[in-house]
């Protein structure tokens, strides 16, 4: 097959950098050959740019689906939608609508409609998107009287039957345009061929990116900048329905799907370069937008809601915990906006429990447990995960508990099953990152063991970075790499930093990425090995004095690997720190117990 030639004098392929047989994009492997990123690129760049598309705005694809149109019958109807530039009654009526998605005004301006206060902006929305559609329209700011407290509590907890059960739901993106539209679409077409899927396959998380955003396109700079994507109630608003489409000002129209495809490869080149900043934004907020493609399946478990809705931003800070319900299956709890917000999240992480969901834990060891209050010893808060650069790649899940009645603890604070491994029979003294490692070695722990018991939590488990990036037994590479940017003996330049640049890409060496990702966690931190009969973890230090014990939480990774908690004898109801367990061999553990932690 032949190659195109290096592409000189083409704007769009400026990204690459590479003057006419002077290349330097790097080369990957296609088809068994070693060849220029650059060439690949340009052959599925002309591939999609050469499709002939005809950009449809949603009123035009919802008038083509029409006949398939039928009103939701298994969900919550809202009380009112707007149609014809009236209120009208939705609650006794099988009558399709389409839900909005917007962000409110900073500043917004009200004004008496139809008996209650709405705001002109929302007015504005409902007149714009009416003149294209006959179809009733749901917008909160119209639709639920803002200033009857009762019925509005009454509507937010049907907020994700809302969306559930639209014919479709608009997310309003005033920042999209046609340019926007088209790149997008492009973005998604060169995902889906040959040159993108070899990336994809040796893990070379830079040739994705590059692939994916067109080399870091204005038109996404822009897309992702707007305030849309911050605010913790469109997390919900955009995934709860399959026929979601993001609109801009002129009706220019991206089916979110697409979007989210791209923001996959944009999301680990964030996460894994050594810069917080890509695409003028964080590597935790595209690690936000990329958690929005697990939602849309029929049940997201809270520890990966979390990672998303929790980078974002709220003006009540309760709305952190209710705009979660709907997608985690958790509307059985009412919001309340009088109760303190530490019950709110103690009740949203008690309530998942309670339904067989711990994935939460994940979150407990970011816990500042020596400043937290009683009963939140083990609660995550989201100012710890906002603050913490983006989630591990490493899968948890939720381990099936037998029913226990019988709960021991205090009378505050969250109930979790644990089981005892035994007493902390040795532990270290406060060491930094360097000292555990030498002194885990010591131990005859293996440098697999060793990364997954200090950056398991953080980055991902050996194995699951051996899988990211094509190769086979890497923890030794990776922690000699990470130790040497933590102490300074190593400084890697970007451009050799997962392999930007001109050198040619090696299959398995992206894990140089991860290595930097794990530079960045256990900085000016003490740690303390601690063993029990069953295993080992490392924790940070903390305030905990005399015996301990370790227990196994109801979490694990695919492989079976928990996550475990410290408790002193002197506190036993209130957590001192969480880890992850590497369990010896043929130890035991005791049974299943019940126990409120405050």
Known sequence: MQMPTCPTGISQMNIWKCENERHQCGKMMEYNAAIPRCRAYLRDYKNVTERKTSFLTWHQIIKN???????????????????????????????????????????????EWEGRRVTEQALHIADRLSKHTSYALWIDAICIDQDNEPVKMVELAKMADIYR????????????????????????????????????????THGMYMFASQGSNKALHKLFSSRW???????????????????GEKEETIPISDVLKISHPISRRAATQKKDNLLGQSSSFWDSVHS??????????????????????????HDMAYSLLGVCRLETITPDYRLPVGKVFADLVDKASSKGDFSWLRWSHVVDRDATCEGMSMVPVPATVLATPASAITQWRSVEVPQMSVVRGGAVGVCIPHRSTGVIRWQSEPEDIKGVINMLQKLSYGPEDIWNLLFGLHVGFACDVDKAVGGSGLAQALLNLATGYI??????????????????????????????????????????????????TVVPTHNGTGQARLHRLPVESHRGTCLCLVVHDSTKFRASAIGVMVEDDHAGSGSWQFTRFA
């Open 65 to 111: 689906a029409e006949s398939n149109v039928k009103a939701a019958t298994t969900y919550a109807r809202p009380q009112n939608c707007i149609r014809d530039g009236k209120l009208v009654d939705s609650a006794s009526s099988a009558e399709p609508y389409i839900a909005i998605s917007y962000t409110w005004d900073i500043r917004p301006s009200f004004k």
């Open 229 to 247: 994507w911050t605010r913790v109630w469109t997390f919900q608003e955009a995934v709860l329905n399959h026929i979601t489409f993001l609109v």
């Open 292 to 317: 929005m493609s697990d939602a849309m399946k029929a049940y997201m478990p809270l520890g990966t809601a979390i990672s998303s809705v929790w980078r974002r931003q709220s003006t009540v800070t």
């Open 487 to 536: 102490d300074g003996t190593i400084k890697l330049e970007d451009s050799e930093d997962d392999l930007v640049g001109d050198k040619p890409y090696t299959r398995g060496y992206g894990f140089t990425a991860y290595a930097s990702m794990a530079a960045k966690v256990w900085r000016n931190t003490q740690l303390v090995v601690m063993r029990s009969q069953g295993g080992t």
């Open 165 to 204: 059960g639209a014919t479709a739901v608009l997310c309003l993106v005033p920042e999209i345009d046609q340019t926007t539209s088209r790149v997008v679409e492009q973005g998604t077409g060169m995902i889906d061929l040959d040159g993108f899927r070899a990336l994809e396959q040796a893990g070379d």
